[in-house]
C-alpha cells in the first residue's frame, strides 16, 4: 500500500507537467497558424514551401533549444547537487530528516536525451504539421485570410 500511495502521489506531480506541455504544443500551433499573411507573402515571393518549413522548424530550434538545455541543466543541479536531502523525503517517503544523497551522475546521458526528446518532439511535431499545412496552402487565399 505505501508503494502505490506513492505511486499516485508521483502521478499527482506529474499531471502539471504533462499539462504545461499540452499548453505549450497548443500555443505553437495558434502562434504558427496566425502566421497565415507571412507564410502566403512568403509563398508569393517565390519561396517554396520546404523553405517554409526550414525556415519555421530553425524558428523553433532557436526556440527550444536554450528552453530545454536550461530547463536540464536546473534539474541536474537540483538532483545531482552533492549532500541533496529533498528526493529521499519525496521519494522515498522518510519519516525524519532524510540522510544526505550523492548521487552518481554517470547513466545521466541517456535519461536526459530522453528527458529532452519528450519535450522537443511534441513541440517541433506541433511546428512542423502546422508549417507544412501552412506551406501547402494557395498564397493568394493566404493573404486574403482566407
Do not use: N
Not at 25 to 43: C, D, N, P
Not at 105 to 119: E, F, R, V
Amino acid at each position: 500500500s505505501g508503494l502505490s500511495r506513492l505511486g499516485a502521489i508521483h502521478l499527482l506531480l506529474m499531471a502539471p507537467a504533462f499539462a504545461a506541455l499540452a499548453l505549450v504544443v497548443l500555443a505553437a500551433l495558434k502562434e504558427s497558424a496566425g502566421r497565415q499573411r507571412e507564410v502566403g507573402l512568403l509563398r508569393a515571393l517565390g519561396w517554396t514551401p520546404g523553405d517554409i518549413v526550414g525556415l519555421h522548424l530553425l524558428k523553433g530550434v532557436l526556440v527550444a533549444l536554450p528552453a530545454v538545455s536550461l530547463g536540464l541543466a536546473g534539474a541536474c543541479l537540483l538532483v545531482f547537487h552533492p549532500g541533496v536531502r529533498w528526493p529521499g523525503a519525496m521519494l522515498f517517503g522518510w519519516a525524519g530528516p532524510p540522510p544526505a544523497l550523492y548521487l552518481d551522475a554517470s547513466g545521466i546521458g541517456l535519461t536526459l536525451a530522453m528527458a529532452a526528446g519528450l519535450g522537443l518532439a511534441p513541440y517541433l511535431a506541433a511546428i512542423l504539421w502546422s508549417a507544412a499545412r501552412g506551406a501547402a496552402s494557395e498564397p493568394m487565399d493566404m493573404l486574403r485570410g482566407g
